[in-house]
């Protein structure tokens, strides 16, 4: 392939990342989770359109919640329409909003169970509306107080949900944040992230969330609240070649950031095959990495504008192999926190 003809497909996948733009970022940041039952439930960085509680929709209303019985500790325990199977349910977990949406198929005028929703930690609930959506769909929209995870039981026309962290649940939690500046370099840089992603999504020791568009405040605030163990940052930049930028601050015993970012290039250059031009320490000029205080690192894979780079990036089985590379230096950092 000459060089013109890299150029046209360069164009051409930059046209497509536009059009496709919306549906990939919602569909690369949702995955199935934990399903109890045969309840559909997945989790989303929150990206869809009108991630809002919508309180003031024509269609919505706010929603009571009362107390349980003595002895009840169920966070959520929802009373469903007449006739709801268990298909008719879907619950979405917008994290990085701290939102648990509760889709219903049902044909009701209205979500008319107000004031029989029960919980019995309300610190964890901010609000609940109903929003309608359509003639077959209602959604009921937990505004959540943290970061947490959505365990769901339904039995007997009644959904159970208890909301756990996720250092509850997980042995280790990695935050990702698939960073885009244009639509040439989006399609490589979420592929990866989401490779990564799904790389883990049975793993029942660790986790990885996207944290894609989070900006700056909210991925410090995603890094606490959800007592992340690993932050990875992908991009594109303007130098060919694999760049690791890391932070200088933070070091486990026999593992710190320098080695880490070290081991990153080596891992990626070998199940990738690009070149590397080193690695790079990062100051305040990065607020979110000079602050985080665990194995971090911020990837930058190239130069889109690249010749070169832009033909590795258009290969099918790079995000895959990028996603190998990390992964392999993931499962050391681990191994080294449990000798710490």
Known sequence: MNEAQMKLVARLT??????????????????????AGSIQTRETSGQQPADDMQEDAPDSKVLDLASPAPGDATDLT??????????????????LSH??????????????????????????????VYVRGGRSELTLRFGLTGFYEPMTEL???????????????????VLVDPESGNAEEQD????????????????TDTRVYLTRA???????????TADADCYIRIRTGDQPGLQIGYNETWYLRKYNNARFAYELTEA??????????????????????????????????????????????????MPEEIADGIAQVIEQVFAAMEEE
């Not at 039995?155 to 939690?173: D, F, K, N, S």
């Open 268 to 317: 990626i250059v070998r199940s990738t095959g690009c070149p590397s031009i080193g690695t790079v320490p990062v100051g305040m000029e990065d607020p979110v990495l000079a602050a985080v205080t665990v194995p971090a690192a911020v990837i930058t894979l190239g130069d889109p504008s690249d010749s070169a780079d832009s033909e590795r990036f258009a290969a099918p089985e």
């Open 214 to 224: 989070g900006g700056e405040e909210q991925n410090q605030t995603l890094l606490k």
């Open 78 to 95: 929802i009373p469903l329409p007449m006739g709801i199977r268990s298909e008719d349910v879907r619950a979405e977990n917008h994290y």
């Open 14 to 35: 930059a046209a497509f990342s536009v059009v496709a733009l919306a549906v990939c970022l919602w569909r690369a940041a949702t995955k199935p989770v934990v399903i």
């Open 188 to 203: 490589i840089v979420t592929a990866a992230a989401q490779a990564l992603v799904m790389r883990y999504a049975d793993n």
């Open 155 to 173: 039995a007997e026309g009644t959904l159970r949900v208890q909301l756990l962290p996720p250092a509850e649940i997980y042995r280790h939690v």
């Open 99 to 128: 939102q648990l949406w509760i889709t219903l198929r049902t044909t009701r005028g209205s979500y008319d169970k107000s004031g029989t929703i029960i919980t019995a930690n309300p610190e964890k609930i901010r609000e609940a």
